[in-house]
């Protein structure tokens, strides 16, 4: 009697301390989900993208933001990139390059605090445009440079 | 042995922040030369920079990022003594966090 009573509760609490475990698994993964926007990730178009991300897709073509990057990429694996902005209230910035198979390639959520400055390295499939697309203001402002790839490196 | 890099540089009010994360980025699309096989993908989905436990940045990646991702930003109103924070979480649940102190 006393024994089963013991194998009783030792069963009841391991279950229930999994339990436990196994929930806070799930919510971390399902933060970690929700955060990053599958649907825009998977799309092919940018305006798509554009309306899964902001709701919006007019975007205003504006010369304020700064895209540096080599006009002739040897290697589309390793495609180094600077982005810089003269507009103020910049939030999100967003980089997409058309011709990859994923063309979404990163969104970046900056803090007020933080100064318009995003450096990166990204992979190319091909020669073609790398797009930007900023939202300052709640408005969508995009800038575009041609990138001619010698090796793709998707 | 930590994934992630950090580099800090005060100047004029201005931390740069750069960091270098070894992580392989497998996009899912290549083959494995030996055995043939499709290398499942692994990417890093979401990165998050912390300036003392808050928020300060924080991105949303793809497969387009290269392999053993590189990222710079720089961050006004850092305070000797503060301290960066960085952390990542891949597609397979991998995660992996890193600190350090503005000098």
């Known amino acids: ?154 | 042995m930590s994934s992630i890099k950090i580099r800090l540089k005060s100047k004029n009010g201005i931390t740069r922040i750069r960091t270098l994360i070894a992580h392989p980025m497998e996009t899912g699309r290549n083959k494995d030369k030996v055995t043939g096989k499709v290398i499942p993908a692994q990417f890093i989905k979401r990165v998050t920079i912390e300036y003392n436990d808050q928020e300060i940045a924080s991105c949303s990646l793809g497969t387009g990022i290269s392999k053993d991702p590189y990222f710079s930003f720089h961050f006004k109103g850092g305070q000797p003594g503060g301290r960066i924070k960085i952390s990542w979480v891949d597609n397979q649940g991998q995660t992996d966090t890193a600190e350090r102190m503005i000098k």
């Open chain 1, 1 to 154: 009697m006393v024994s089963s009573r013991r194998n009783f509760l030792k069963t009841a609490c391991s279950a229930f301390c999994l339990s436990i475990v196994a929930k806070f698994g799930l919510i971390f993964t399902r933060a970690a989900e929700a955060a990053w926007p599958e649907k825009a990730f998977h799309s092919n178009k940018l305006n798509d993208v554009l309306l899964n991300l902001f709701q919006q897709n007019k975007t205003t073509k504006t010369k304020r933001i700064k895209l540096k990057i080599p006009g002739i990429a040897q290697d589309g694996a390793v495609v180094p990139l600077t982005i810089t902005s003269t507009l103020r209230q910049i939030d999100r910035i967003v980089i997409f390059v058309a011709q990859n198979p994923r063309p979404l390639i990163a969104d970046f959520e900056l803090s007020p605090n933080m100064e318009v400055f995003v450096r990166t390295r990204i992979r190319m499939a091909d020669t073609g445009h790398v797009t930007v697309i900023a939202r300052a203001n709640g408005k969508l402002y995009s800038t575009q440079k041609q990138v001619s790839v010698a090796i793709g490196g998707c």
